[in-house]
């Protein structure tokens, strides 16, 4: 109860209080942000995508629509682009992030960053908004440990009324359908790996492929990521 009321002051004093600190397009990517971005790699790469574009009629040269949902700072563009250059795309990257104003020890806030990454790839949006009011189409969405439950949200900073996952999987759900696209979840732990799966055939979607990354003992993230692709 208090935290919640902590949160929807802190967020609602965060969102008033905006000013930017943009990082120079040339800014070197520190270290841990590549860390970062090699272990999102060694997921992502678990997961067949030349089939998963077969499987959506698209061939190279065609457009392709990708949505990272619940970006954080977007550290995810770069990674994506190769991807799907690799596969001769020339890919359109969305990351949408509804608290892109927390702010660093260093007082850049995500969105600093997310313009940033959006910056490093030639076709990059960073969106400072709740996903749910998109009304774009995508290709390909990813919901990489969305909130299921509540204590994570919590813990994040988020107020409660963001919980609404329901409406999360319906809206990428129809975000998705008129290309008869493709959604990656991931969850940080079992329980909510089930509750997401749920949720998303609930939504519409059927599950194709699954696949768990393990952190080492070294690894910036401190869990598992239990991932599915479904179509
Ligand atoms: C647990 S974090 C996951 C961050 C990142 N995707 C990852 O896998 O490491 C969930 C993120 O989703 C954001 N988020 C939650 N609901 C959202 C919504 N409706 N639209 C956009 N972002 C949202 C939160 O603010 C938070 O940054």
Do not use: C
Request: proline share 6%.
């Amino acid at each position: 109860m208090f935290r919640n009321l902590r949160n929807n002051f802190d967020f609602h004093l965060r969102n008033k209080i905006k000013f930017n600190r943009p990082l120079s397009p040339n800014a070197k990517i520190d270290d841990l942000a590549i860390r970062m971005q090699s272990e999102l790699r060694e997921f992502l790469d678990l997961f067949r995508w030349k089939m998963v574009l077969e499987k959506m009629d698209l061939v190279p040269g065609d457009p392709l629509v990708i949505g990272d949902i619940g970006t954080r700072t977007f550290v995810i563009a770069p990674v994506l682009d190769q991807i799907f250059r690799e596969l001769n795309f020339s890919p359109e990257v969305h990351g949408f992030e509804v608290d892109a104003y927390r702010r660093f020890t260093n007082f850049r806030s995500r969105a600093d960053y997310g313009h940033f990454y959006a910056m490093q790839i030639p076709k990059g949006e960073y969106h400072t908004q709740d996903f749910n009011y998109w009304n774009g189409d995508l290709h390909i969405a990813l919901l990489l440990n969305p909130f299921v439950t509540e204590e994570p949200l919590l813990r994040w900073g988020l107020p409660r009324k963001f919980l609404r996952p329901e409406f999360l999987f319906d809206n990428t759900h129809k975000s998705l359908r008129k290309n008869r696209g493709i959604l990656l979840v991931s969850s940080p732990t079992i329980e909510e790996y089930r509750i997401a799966q749920y949720l998303a055939v609930q939504s519409g979607f059927r599950r194709i492929q699954e696949e768990t990354w393990r952190h080492s003992d070294n690894s910036l993230q401190g869990q598992p990521r239990y991932g599915a692709l479904f179509i």
